[in-house]
């Protein structure tokens, strides 16, 4: 768990991040200056885990807005329904396509003996539809391939990814799964986060932080795809 604070143009984002469930799922909590807040990928497993989520959003007197999720894989959305009956009638958005990997979390269930996820509505989202949380402003990113669904959001001023299991530190997210696909996943980091500014800073669903430029030059599954190209 860690916070940040980044100042950049005058506006103040903070980021409260958690690890939470057997996966080591990454879970979010960003807010403006005026405690505005959205809750990203809540997988949490247990009470411990919920409470350390809900103690932080109360301690700070924030104001969830909305919860984002990058896409509906079970460690990433356990505690979606729960916390949706704390804070009311927020929002929960998915990309639609991930609704089949919703339907089919009992088959990560049944391998890895994890609970199944109880269920919950979804708010609709698209490539290019722009979440506000207060001053802050989550730009959506269809990026298909670990799930049919999968995006990412971008909040482009304060140079701010969130890339859900797309994109990792020195690695890339599977797609040996049911909805995955290989060449999708690929044309989806190469064609829509590759291009994007170079410093800007890149939170994944697991493991440490990183930023565009680094992938770019020492991601091993990305490098191939850097070389350039000769007759």
Known sequence: MYFCQKLRFNIVIHIQDFTFNSFQTRCSVIWD??????????????????????????????????????????????????????????????????????????????????????????????????????????????????????????????????SGDTLFAGAIGRSDHPGGDYDQLMKSILEKLMVLDGSIAVIPGHGPCTDIAKEGMTNPFLLPFNEPYED
């Open 33 to 162: 200056e005026a405690g505005n807040c959205a809750i990203v990928d809540p997988g949490f497993s247990n009470a411990s885990e919920r409470d350390a989520l809900t103690g932080i959003i109360a301690s700070r007197s924030l104001k969830p807005v909305c919860i984002m999720l990058t896409h509906g894989h079970f460690d990433h959305v356990l505690g979606v329904a729960e916390l949706a009956s704390i804070y009311g009638d927020i929002p929960i958005y998915m990309h639609p396509e991930d609704k089949f990997t919703l339907s089919n979390n009992d088959f990560f269930t049944r391998c890895f003996g994890a609970p199944m996820p109880a269920a919950f509505e979804t708010v609709d989202i698209a490539e290019g539809h722009v979440i506000e949380v207060g001053s802050l402003h989550f730009e959506v990113i269809f990026t298909p391939g670990h799930s049919r669904g999968g995006v990412c959001y971008l909040e482009r001023q304060e140079k701010i990814l969130i």
